[in-house]
């Protein structure tokens, strides 16, 4: 199983950026995929999460209307677009995926991180 992220680097406030993960050795399909973040101190937080056909999908209250999470099941790939980012949303990214994708507990998989740096 690997969960590879890609697409971080640094972004200026105002700015976007895409980040992918890319999954392989599982059915990607079948999992519900989320993205979490942790910042320097402090805990890893739920960022996103898109259900496994695409039609739901959850963002935390400080991304809403920013980011924009969506998944491509023919590419084995889940997408955040980041749009408009701000200083505070400089984190490692993680992509996560879950077997049981109504309760989000259970069988999970996890990519290793992509930094994202907001900076001028």
């Known amino acids: 199983v690997q969960l590879v992220e890609s697409g971080g680097g640094l972004v200026q406030p105002g700015g976007s950026l895409r980040l992918s993960c890319a999954a392989s050795?599982?059915?990607?399909?079948?999992?519900?995929m989320s993205w979490y973040r942790q910042a320097p101190g402090k805990e890893r937080e739920l960022v996103a999460r898109?259900?496994?056909?695409?039609?739901?999908?959850t963002y935390a209250d400080s991304v809403k209307g920013r980011f924009f999470i969506s998944r491509d099941n023919a590419k084995n790939t889940v997408y955040l677009q980041m749009n408009s980012p701000k200083p505070e949303d400089t984190a490692v990214y993680y992509c996560?995926?879950?077997?049981?994708?109504?309760?989000?507990?259970?069988?999970?998989?996890w990519g290793q991180g992509t930094q994202v740096t907001v900076s001028s």
């Open positions: 996560k995926a879950d077997v049981d994708s109504v309760t989000w507990t259970g069988r999970s998989y």
């Open positions: 050795g599982f059915t990607f399909s079948s999992y519900g």
């Open positions: 898109i259900s496994t056909g695409g039609g739901r999908t």
